[in-house]
């Protein structure tokens, strides 16, 4: 067992509002400058829908993440071999263009003509599509990272009628989810997922991609980064970005400087929907390459399975044994991602089937039922005519979801949102009829103290209970700043002889290599 770290994420699409506060508040702090025009780390998008970039989800045209290997050992990239790799280095064919992110480019408008000095005599004064990044002016607004919201494309010959998680339905299928009457929609807010198995550090040929130690956060060395865009290749989600103005790969850091002295990354903490949770797990690194190379049908419960327990006394031991500190396993234990992942088994994955398993994980979204075929009203409901709805009325088709959470499988879905369905059962039943009723609990496996931890965490908690985040202890790592206190500048000065650094300083962890 070889115990490792990783801050974890989930987040509750049943409340999403699609607001974009959270792209604001990312895109202020990060990614408002020169050269960064395009990237957003953090994007809410509507599905059914292409995404941003343009059809991130399919595979075949990007060949992203990893692909099985049936005769064992771990996945492969489906990108491609180290040789394919190499003979494809200085021109990548598989990576998306700026045309599927924003058409032309991003975009501005010339406001200067607006308060232009002559006075125009023939026409209104207008501001015009100018392009951020070329200059040109009147260029054709085509795309953008918006363009899809709100069901701006739900109709059959539009944008959502390609919509990857449709591949399994025929066209009659998908014809009929995309007409008026029954038209869906639902809101997918996403960042990195920062991935126990992420195909972009796999995939970096120079190294720059890397996972932190300390919380598995994955980042880019900006100093070793030269800009292969490999893994933008290889990142199935689409997140990693190049800065055409630095020359650099650019990502999502999870607000790292945040985390370390125990504050939400901005997204997080702007989300007005409060829909966003984070916490720390424990995970057994020698099961990943195995979890990520079992069947589709396998895949969300392996990858429950190397999340390991933090009451276990076992783990516990093993976790101080691997040197992860007090205050990281009592955040463990009190962490709101591990109950809504492995004990409620209530928070999915997004795409699986990548196989990077990622540390970000999605409450699948309830949705009004369908009104029935026959009549018309708007009145007339269906309903299950048992304890619970049945969940194939839902207005969002379980198969939709299953593509997008499960590999396709529709039994994990189902049983997230019987779960949700029958804590709202059960809490009606207790605060209005005055009569718990406890059989909507036992049809799906739940008890009553589980059931209203549930709801208080999914509608009451507040900051502490959402975000619990063990600050960095810097005091147990070696590259402490009284030890690099001389140093920095020389090893590149003399890079055949540098100066060696102490392996410890004032009682740092033992064992631990200061590097050359």
């Not at 990237?39 to 060949?63: A, I, S």
């Not at 796999?202 to 994955?218: I, L």
């Not at 190379?293 to 990858?303: K, R, T, Y």
């Amino acid at each position: 067992m070889n115990i490792k770290q990783q801050m974890a994420m989930v987040f509750n699409l049943d409340k999403c509002l699609g607001c974009n506060t959270c792209t604001l508040a990312c895109k202020n702090v990060w990614t408002n400058r020169e050269g960064a025009e395009y990237m957003f780390w953090n994007n809410v998008e509507t599905k059914p829908g292409l995404g941003y970039p343009k059809r991130w989800e399919d595979q075949r045209m990007y060949r992203g993440g990893w692909e099985r290997n049936p005769t064992g050992g771990g996945p492969r990239l489906r990108v491609g071999s180290q040789f394919w790799t190499m003979m494809n280095l200085f021109y990548n064919p598989v990576m998306p263009q700026m045309e599927d992110y924003y058409g032309k480019g991003p975009f501005t408008f010339t406001y200067e003509d607006l308060h232009a000095e002559q006075a125009t005599t023939r026409s209104q004064p207008v501001a015009r599509p100018k392009s951020q990044i070329t200059g040109e002016e009147d260029i054709p607004i085509e795309y953008a990272v918006n363009w899809e919201d709100n069901a701006a494309g739900a109709a059959s010959s539009s944008t959502n009628g390609f919509d990857a998680n449709f591949g399994a339905m025929t066209e009659n299928e998908r014809a009929a989810l995309l007409t008026f009457r029954d038209a869906f929609m639902m809101y997918l807010p996403r960042i990195c997922n920062h991935c126990l198995n992420p195909a972009c550090v796999a995939a970096c040929p120079s190294g720059a991609a890397y996972k932190r130690e300390e919380d598995g956060v994955v980042l880019i060395d900006q100093n070793r980064c030269r800009a292969w865009r490999m893994c933008i290749s290889a990142c199935p989600y689409k997140k990693p970005y190049y800065n055409w103005r630095t020359g650099k790969m650019e990502k999502c850091l999870l607000c790292y400087p945040r985390l370390e002295v125990g504050e939400a990354p901005a997204c997080f903490r702007a989300c007005p929907g409060r829909i966003r949770y984070l916490g720390p797990l424990l995970y057994d690194l020698d099961r990943v390459a195995y979890a990520a190379n079992v069947p589709d049908a396998s895949l969300v419960d392996a990858q429950r399975d190397i999340i390991l327990d933090p009451h276990d006394a076992h783990v516990i031991a093993a976790a101080r044994a691997a040197g992860i500190s007090e205050s990281w396993l009592d955040a463990c234990r009190r962490s709101p991602v591990y109950r809504m992942v492995k004990e409620w088994e209530i928070a999915l994955p997004l795409h699986p089937e990548f196989r990077t398993l990622p540390a970000l994980f999605y409450i699948p979204p309830e949705s009004p039922v369908r009104t029935a075929a026959p009549n018309g009203s708007t009145l007339d409901m269906v309903d299950g005519g048992g304890v619970l709805p049945d969940l194939d009325q839902f207005r969002i088709p379980i198969r939709f979801l299953a593509s997008l959470f499960s590999a396709g499988h529709d039994e994990p879905v189902k049983l997230a949102l019987r779960r949700q369905l029958a804590v709202r059962a059960f809490r009606r039943s207790e605060r209005v009829d005055g009569r718990p009723d406890t059989s909507v609990l036992d049809a799906v496996g739940l008890t009553v103290a589980q059931a209203r931890a549930m709801h208080r965490l999914l509608a009451l908690a507040h900051h502490h209970e959402r975000f619990v985040i063990p600050t960095t202890r810097r005091e147990r790592t070696a590259n402490s700043p009284y030890i690099e206190r001389g140093f920095a500048g020389f090893s590149e000065m003399a890079p055949r002889s540098r100066p060696r650094r102490r392996s410890f300083f004032h009682g740092a962890k033992p064992g631990v290599e200061a590097g050359p």
